[in-house]
């Protein structure tokens, strides 16, 4: 609770991520595939999707200016594509899951060799690995809140 700034960035981020992963855990494909707020459509699964493409956009695409397709459809979200909320038939968790991790690996790989202060391209300017962190920080964070309402209509789990 008392790091450098780079640390105290990192350890927030993977503390979301464990958090939304906690979130999952116990649960079968077809509690993570339930829809428990309605109107809304978001699942547990849908938003390990969604963050797993959220990390490879940020992390990969801007980041380190790969040509990385999304993982979950043709399209992008400028475009109209959900961002890996929409689920197929086929999706399971487990594989969303190994997704996702990957995206992390990727993530971690790409951020090691630079400084918070190190800019990509980004629409018509620049952006910082600084703001990136920060960014992904508040999506996390925001998602999180969401799975809190998700996980506790499915099964009354609460504080997880």
């Known amino acids: 609770m008392n790091a450098d700034e780079r640390t105290t960035l990192e350890s927030w981020l993977d503390f979301y991520r464990a958090t939304l992963a906690l979130k999952c855990e116990g649960l079968d494909d077809q509690q993570l595939r339930t829809a428990a707020v309605p109107p809304s459509t978001m699942t547990?699964?849908?938003?390990?999707?969604?963050?797993?493409?959220?990390?490879?956009?940020?992390?990969?695409?801007?980041l380190a200016g790969e040509s990385a397709p999304p993982i979950y459809g043709p399209g992008n979200h400028a475009e109209g594509h959900d961002g890996g909320f929409e689920l197929s038939q086929h999706g399971?968790?487990?594989?969303?899951?190994?997704?996702?991790?990957?995206?992390?690996?990727?993530?971690r790989a790409n951020c090691a060799a630079r400084e918070l202060e190190d800019t990509s391209p980004f629409m018509d300017g620049v952006v910082s690995l600084r703001w990136i962190y920060t960014h992904m920080i508040a999506e996390y964070a925001?998602?999180?809140?969401?799975?809190?309402?998700?996980?506790e209509r499915i099964d009354g789990t609460t504080g997880v």
Do not use: K, M
């Open 92 to 107: 399971s968790y487990r594989a969303a899951a190994d997704v996702w991790r990957e995206e992390i690996r990727c993530a």
């Open 142 to 151: 925001r998602h999180c809140g969401h799975a809190d309402l998700i996980r």
């Open 44 to 62: 547990l699964l849908g938003l390990v999707q969604h963050v797993a493409e959220v990390e490879r956009n940020w992390f990969r695409r801007v």
